[in-house]
Each structure stands twice: as C-alpha cells, then as structure tokens.
Nanobody
C-alpha cells in the first residue's frame, strides 16, 4: 500500500525556519520524482517545489525560490522541505506528492499524495 506521511508542521515565527519531512513507502522511491504543494483554506493547490529522482534537478515556484529548499535521501525513502525566512503568506497545509516522471517539475497532478501537515506562520 502506497503511503506518504508528512511531518514537521507546526507554528513558526515570521522570519524563522522549519523543516518538513515526508516518509514514503509502497513504491520504488528512487524511480519517482517528488514534490511539495500547499493549500490554504478556500484557495487552490499551489506547487512549491520538486526534485528529480536523484535530487540533482530541482524546481521551485517563484513564491518560494531562494527561501525554500527541497532535498531527498533515497536510502531513507524521505523527501524534505527546508523552509527559511518564512512569511505569514506561507501559512498553509503542505502536501508531499510523488509522480512516476523521473523529472517531475510540477506540471499536472502527481500520482500519489500525502495527507498534509499544517504550517502556521505568525507575525
């Protein structure tokens, strides 16, 4: 059974940092591109970042480029999102996702989704 389990969400002060983790199981992790999305209540899902199968190629939304960093450890079947210099507008539920495209860049809907973890940025 495919599972994506996010963790690390919580309350963080504006300007601070937070690291999200996503543990994957039930599929061959290294054969999938991994990505992070976020969604605020009443708003559309927004692509945040993606990493190729090896983590060597990365893609970022303009809204987070330079502040967030995606990485992955294939030996641990885990993908991370390091969030720095966070802003109140970063407040959202963050979702981990997997797609069989080795170089998934955020276009289209990924095949697998996690349940999400809430990140709240306070002023």
């Amino acid at each position: 059974q495919v599972q994506l389990e996010e963790s690390g969400g919580g309350l963080v002060q504006a300007g601070g940092s937070l690291r999200l983790s996503c543990a994957a199981s039930g599929f061959i992790f290294s054969r999938y591109g991994m990505a992070w999305f976020r969604q605020a209540p009443g708003k559309e899902r927004e692509f945040i970042a993606a990493a190729s199968w090896s983590g060597d190629i990365k893609y970022y939304a303009d809204s987070v480029k330079g502040r967030f960093t995606i990485s992955r450890e294939n030996a641990k079947n885990t993908v991370y999102l390091q969030m720095s210099s966070v802003k109140p507008e970063d407040t959202a539920v963050y979702y981990c996702a997997a797609d069989p495209s080795l170089y998934y860049s955020g276009s289209g809907s990924p095949e697998y989704w996690g349940k999400g973890t809430l990140v709240t940025v306070s002023s």
